[in-house]
Each structure stands twice: as C-alpha cells, then as structure tokens.
C-alpha cells in the first residue's frame, strides 16, 4: 500500500523531490520505493524528460486505478463518513438495572425521538462481573449505574449522579412521620430488594455496623416495591432517585434514614474499544448532558 502512494505521488508532481516532500519521504526513500514498484511492475513507471519524469504508457494505464485505490482508503478508511443520527438505524446495548431504567430511559427516548428518531435501544440486566465482558465483547455499549468491578484499565467512566437512599412507606403509615428514628426503623418490619449478581451496597452497610431488622420479604425487583409497599405497613429502603419515581406513581412517600448511610455515584461506562468510535461519542454525550446535573 506504502508503494501505491508513492506511485500516485509521482503521478501528480512528476518530480521525486516534490513527490517526497508531498507524502513526507525522505529522497533516498523515495528513490528506493520507486525501483521497487519498477521491479513490481516490470516496467520503468517514470522517466526522466527535459520537464520532469513523465508516466511511461503503462504507468498511464494503471494510473486510474492507483488513484481509485489511494483515494478510497484516504476518504473511506482514513477519514470515515461522519456520523449523522439523524440517517442511523444503529442499535445501542446498554448494561443497567431496573431502577436505572426508570430514571434514565424516559427522557433518554425522548431525547432521541427528536435528534435520532430511528436509533434503536436495548437494555440488558445482569450481574455485575459479567458487564464487564459484555462491553469487551460489544455485545453491550455501555453501563449505566453502580458497577465497582468497572473502576479498572480498560474502561473508560464519567460520572452522572450521586444518589443517597432513603426509607420508603406508605402515605398514611401509623407510626412513620416527617422522619423515622433508629428504634422505629429496628423495630419496623422491612422489604428488601436484592436483585441477582447486583452489589447490595445498603445491607452491606448494615452489616459493617452490626443493624440487624427484621425483613418480611426478600425481593429480586425494585419495581415489585411499589405496590407492596403502599398496601403494608412494611419499610424499604432504596436510592433517593428510585423513591421520587415512586412517589410520581403510587401512594406511598419517602423520608431520611436515621443513620448516614453510604452515598451511590452512578456512572456510565464503556469499553476503551469503543472510545474513538463517532455515534458512541455522540450517545455518551447525549447521556451525559441528560443526566450529570441530575441530583
């Protein structure tokens, strides 16, 4: 491929020195690739006249083609299209839990319906040492949410929100007002949510400090919350953002928990493969200009 510049250069200057300057060869490399191509093509391409070196005949006859060649991969290969979403029908994975789905895709599609109405998403939920290889494979784009296992070489992050949690009841519980103290919420019957392969930064938290509650119901699904929680006298604790939802949705409200607990920082993450890839820049800042003012 190096000896097609070389050929297309002296196509164009007719001159070894302002060919050499004109692809950045030094003479002697210019020189040395053009006996090259002549040994290639058994013929001596270019010939010195009172005016320069001119084609010979075949030199002539494979100059379309040549040029067709070089012109391709600067144009197609070199410089590639720019992406345009308002043409791509491209389908974009992403790697996030339930709750990220609801706080993230709604105005994600909304977003996209008016600057890339015919772009296409797919959300995958699975547990948190697999993200990893799902964007290292590209079976997935990117992930969105609490993924610690992703903080290492090879990823790339940016971070989107700092969400805290707090305690989730119904409406019109008969001993949870404006706030719940230490005795109640260890007295409180309690609905945990522990999703699959997911990191249960709460419960290890409770752990650490020896809290033990009672817990009623153990669940797989944040969304199964909702109308459990509004039909008991149960308490869940969940992330902040996951409580307002809720709030939107059903008859239930949230209040601070009695201790500080531990603070999530949701980030969307992506394979350093994917880094320098045009539509994958515009859907990261797509999701990031969304998002990362969100508290």
């Not at 084609?55 to 197609?76: C, E, G, H, M, Y």
């Not at 997911?198 to 809290?211: A, D, M, T, V």
């Not at 308490?235 to 209040?255: N, S």
Request: aromatic fraction near 8%; charged fraction near 20%.
């Amino acid at each position: 491929m190096n000896l097609l510049v070389v050929f297309d250069a002296m196509l164009q200057q007719q001159n070894v020195t302002k060919a050499a300057e004109a692809i950045k060869l030094s003479q002697p490399a210019m020189s040395a690739a053009i006996s090259r191509l002549r040994v290639l093509f058994d013929d001596q391409l270019f010939v010195r006249t009172g005016s320069g070196m001119a084609p010979t005949p075949k030199a002539q006859a494979l100059s379309p083609s040549i040029r067709l060649v070089v012109q391709t991969i600067k144009t197609d290969i070199l410089l590639p299209k720019k992406f345009d979403p308002s043409a791509t029908d491209r389908t974009f994975t992403l790697v996030t839990p339930d709750i990220a789905e609801v706080n993230f895709l709604p105005r994600l599609l909304s977003e996209l319906a008016v600057k890339s109405p015919h772009l296409n998403l797919r959300t995958l939920a699975m547990p948190r040492e697999a993200a990893a290889d799902s964007l290292a494979s590209g079976s997935a784009d990117m992930a969105i949410g609490y993924f610690p296992d992703l903080h290492k070489a090879g990823f790339f992050q940016q971070k989107l929100i700092t969400n805290t949690h707090v305690c989730l009841v119904r409406k019109k519980h008969p001993d949870v007002g404006d706030k719940i103290t230490n005795t109640q919420f260890l007295q409180a019957s309690h609905a945990v949510v522990k999703p699959d392969g997911r990191e249960h930064l709460f419960e290890h938290f409770l752990q650490s400090k020896g809290i033990k509650r009672r817990v009623v119901v153990e669940l797989s699904h944040f969304m199964s919350l909702l109308p459990i929680i509004e039909t008991s006298n149960l308490v869940a604790t969940v992330p902040k953002d996951l409580a307002e939802f809720f709030v939107q949705h059903g008859e239930v409200r949230y209040v601070p928990t009695p201790m500080k607990s531990p603070v999530i920082d949701v980030h969307l993450f992506w394979h350093q493969r994917f880094q320098k890839d045009s539509a994958h820049i515009w859907m990261r800042q797509i999701i990031h200009n969304l998002f990362s003012n969100k508290n």
